[in-house]
T-cell receptor
């Protein structure tokens, strides 16, 4: 089944403890992206990647890191999480040839205490 | 730079119509529409490209006015399944491929 898989689905962590949210897609998509969703603010793009080793900042990249070493994987790294990073995170991927038609993962609900 | 959506929320009875608007202050390359049901991930509905025609998905259609940097989503003869939050996403002409900014969303509730 074609899908975008995020792990974990839920995560509670403490301030300052490094964490990684994984994202993997099995559709051979070139584009991958991370969004965070907060009430009243919609979906805000954190980082996106056009292909392996090519990434760029979205609108809210502060406090996050990404890497794209393989086409299928696009992990989101929080080196030192803070409570304001408590949010619902979505990973998404898309083919280039169709234009951006993002398929979203199921989401990761992160709570930083 | 986020696109601005209006209204924030709309309540409809089954069979009624509604329009959701999305506007941008920057020149647009494309407008995208997604729907998110409660507790689920957003799902792609349609994309409208600069110079492209009006698109449709079920009885949901959309238009793109390039001169006004605006798009409208039309929910026609609404069904219960149309309930959810609708997001418009915009790609700007000046941005690189892959950057897609979303509005704050419009919550749609369709009642029997």
């Amino acid at each position: 089944e074609a899908q975008v898989t995020q792990n974990p689905r839920y995560l509670i962590t403490v301030t300052g403890k490094k964490l990684t949210v994984t994202c993997s897609q099995n559709m051979n998509h070139e584009y991958m992206s991370w969004y965070r969703q907060d009430p009243g603010l919609g979906l805000r793009q954190i980082y996106y990647s056009m292909n392996v080793e090519v990434t760029d900042k979205g609108d809210v990249p502060e406090g996050y890191k990404v890497s794209r070493k393989e086409k299928r994987n696009f992990p989101l790294i929080l080196e030192s999480p803070s409570p304001n990073q408590t949010s619902l995170y979505f990973c998404a991927s898309s083919l280039r040839s169709t234009g951006l038609r993002y398929t979203f993962g199921s989401g990761t609900r992160l709570t930083v205490v | 730079q986020q696109p601005v959506q209006s209204p924030q929320a709309v309540i409809l009875r089954e069979g009624e119509d509604a329009v959701i608007n999305c506007s941008s202050s920057k020149a647009l390359y494309s407008v995208h529409w997604y729907r998110q049901k409660h507790g689920e991930a957003p799902v792609f509905l349609m994309i409208l490209l600069k110079g492209g025609e009006q698109k449709g998905h079920e009885k949901i259609s959309a238009s793109f006015n390039e001169k006004k940097q605006q798009s409208s989503l039309y929910l026609t003869a609404s069904q219960l399944s149309y309930s959810g939050t609708y997001f418009c996403g915009t790609e700007f002409i000046t941005d690189s491929w892959g950057k897609l900014q979303f509005g704050a969303g419009t919550q749609v509730v369709v009642t029997p």
